[in-house]
């Protein structure tokens, strides 16, 4: 048997016993995990230190390496989150619904854990223990692949993790660390049905794209958010401001951030010279549709010279650009938002009842707005805690995923002799 | 752009408009495809007698072909399949929950459909209408690819069904046929990631082990059923050899029957003599395990002496035969069926509250029985109607999907000019 294979087994009856451990019992653990970081902090920052030493050494740029370092304050916040999981309700055990048949049998729809959840990620070492911290909550034993460049790290914290939980009575391995560089090894583990229930890539849109193009086990999609802002014929044009600016500029690396910008003809003259140079000021490069240079020309508005193509309405900048298209109507904003949008977060602004409606019903996505930054777009900011990642696909769970998007149910019935006729 | 790409393209588009219409339309559509139908069925047969005198000539087995036949009959009972659908409410726009922020902003998760489903399966061509329907009530346009030797009445099927949605005015695009034997159009069906939301594979474990292996589209595995029943202890003899043979011989082809029974020792020698001849007088063949043949050679029990291996724990026979294992204790049980069960269908028989407690909460199955018959995992014995299949797996729908399995959520959010901070 591989040593993939092996801990994969390890992980399902870990599960089999984590399934059935308390609140009071996980919650435990989770304080116990959360103490132990902290305790071993400056042997996790000397693990930390070499992996910095080595991605250093091969040429990794500074924003990448801010990813990477751990400091006693990131360690402390770390702890934190894992303290913070302590608060949420856990989702084991409550019943979805239940109702009995004409012949007597009862049944009722219970949430249970997934099992074993396999996470595929790259180089932040924070997500070894939010994954974990959350696996562990909902009742999921965890398999985690971090990033090569964080091995020494991620290997301290799940050690530490996993010896915390055992501390507390349950299975060590609930929680395990695939410790090795090899790329086999994740393909191995995207290949373990029957043992491993689901993989949750967290990542670029390239580790997605593999995952989900060489998995067996059934993959959550998360991540790739091309969104969009309709103003709308009858939006109020400072609300609206402000919803792009903070939609835009308040982190614009982030799957939540918007994209595009569509904007109805009958205001378009009225608001980009006002979006125009408050964007510009905030250092957004913007890229206009034919008509908004048209207007930019007749307005002398020099900031939305510069011409949008094809390419920029499929683009998700992850930076400060942002594309601005006018539209004809609101058929017109839901054709674009259909045929570009990853069906992420979208958001119109408007005063007008029916195109509220409309917006909401008809465009597809995981989170559709009214008068609301697509920021909103998180499991903090929608009262879940803190989240696995935002769903990108619609089977099984949309938009952020908190401790209930790990679980699934069973159906528990009772009778009394019940056979079928 | 490929033959299969424009169909998904066209599929999507339709799906748009179809996600919109009301439960109202789509029942007045479901109502036309089964008149529809039930007026084309001298064409339908004649379509069918195509199919059959191929697969004669290609030599089908007479069971195959009577799978492949359609009659009046049963092209009645297609149609009365479609009206069925008619009854069941519309999963569509339920508000699953809501809450409202501090910050005000109001947040609902509202049902949806999935989008595009894709549907492969075997010989049936009853499955290209009951799919259609299922799909059409949820508000999903389905792309349905079904086994070539069925290619003639699938098609016609297929065409009576689209052109009478489109009578009443849904896209006629809401319901296609893959009319083509070629194998590469199914491999390009499930790697349409981005057009088609989730695929269904229904046939033998070859089809689905094929899908899952092929697919980067999201899969619903469905049908493995290696399901238990374990008589504990503390049963009521008479019940458990009533649910028995129910689970066994009222239709041993299906996924939900029982293939391994296992019995506790300290009732192995009043309970052998009675199941033993009763199995065996329906025809059953049993496998026993060592020390069910010690006893048989004990009591004088010959149908008992057959040797089951280690294989025969793993095996689904779909048959009329049964593996009996004696097991020590309710934890044995368990064990066992963690080992080799499939978590689709577990049950118990037993008068112990903490036996039955146990079972419950630690076997991990979509369906969990308490003396009742595993032959009750099914959408109609459930109350959910039809249903497009039994999910195996644990991601997005467990156990009989019925209509609401075919559906996704959305988050709905409310402002009033809300930026995050």
Redesign the interface.
């Known amino acids: 048997m591989s040593s993939i294979r092996e801990m994969a087994v390890r992980a399902r009856q870990a599960a ?1 016993s984590l ?2 451990a308390s609140a009071k019992q996980k919650n435990a653990a989770l304080l116990a995990m959360a103490d132990s970081l902290v305790a071993g902090t400056d042997d996790l920052i000397a693990a930390n230190n070499r992996d910095i030493e080595a991605a250093r050494e091969r040429g990794m740029t500074d924003s990448m390496l801010d990813r990477l370092t751990l400091t006693p304050q990131r360690v402390a916040d770390i702890a934190e989150g894992l303290r913070q999981i302590v608060q949420l309700p856990d989702p084991v055990g409550e019943t979805l619904d239940g ?1 009995t ?1 004409p012949n007597g ?1 009862q ?1 009722q729809r219970v949430r ?1 854990p ?2 074993v959840i396999g996470i595929i990620y790259e180089s932040r070492p924070n997500v070894t223990a939010d994954a974990a911290g959350l696996c562990l909550k909902s009742g999921n034993a965890c398999l985690l692949r971090g990033g090569s460049e964080a091995l020494h790290s991620n290997a301290f914290i799940a050690d530490r993790l996993s010896k915390a939980a055992e501390s507390e009575g349950l299975p060590a391995d609930s929680i395990q660390l695939i410790a090795t560089a090899d790329r086999e090894a994740a393909r191995e583990l995207m290949r373990m ?1 029957g043992l491993v ?2 993989l949750i890539p967290r990542g670029g849109a390239g580790l997605i794209r593999s995952v ?2 060489n998995a ?1 086990v ?4 998360t991540g790739t958010g091309n969104c969009h802002i309709y103003v709308d014929g009858s939006a ?1 044009l400072d ?1 609206a401001l ?2 792009i ?3 835009k500029c ?1 982190r614009p690396s982030v799957c939540n951030a918007v994209e595009t910008v569509l904007i109805h003809e009958v205001i378009a003259e009225d608001f980009l010279p006002i979006v125009g140079p408050r964007l510009s000021e905030s250092g957004v490069e913007i890229r206009g549709c034919e008509r908004t240079r048209e207007i930019a020309v007749e307005m002398g508005l020099p900031v939305l010279i510069r011409p949008a193509t094809e390419d920029d309405w499929h683009t998700e900048y992850s930076s400060l650009v942002l594309a601005i298209r006018i539209v004809d109507s609101l058929d017109d904003a839901l054709t674009h938002i ?1 045929t570009y949008g990853t069906r992420h977060s979208e958001s119109i602004i408007t005063e007008d009842y029916s195109s ?1 409606r409309r917006f ?3 465009v ?10 697509t ?3 998180d499991g903090f ?3 879940f805690g803190a989240e696995i990642g935002i769903s990108n ?4 769970a ?2 952020p995923m908190g401790l209930r998007e790990l679980t ?13 006729e």
Request: with cysteine; charged share 25%.
């Open positions: 089999r399934g059935q109702w048949r049998l049944i249970v997934l099992g049905n229930d689901v989900i193009e067996t059934p993959v959550i999609e109020d609300s402000q919803i600016v903070n939609a308040s259909h509220s909401l019903n008809e597809d996505a995981a989170c559709v707005y009214v008068n609301a930054s920021r909103f777009s900011e929608f009262g696909q619609k089977l099984h949309r938009g699934t149910y069973k159906y528990v019935i009772r009778g009394d002799g019940q056979i079928r």
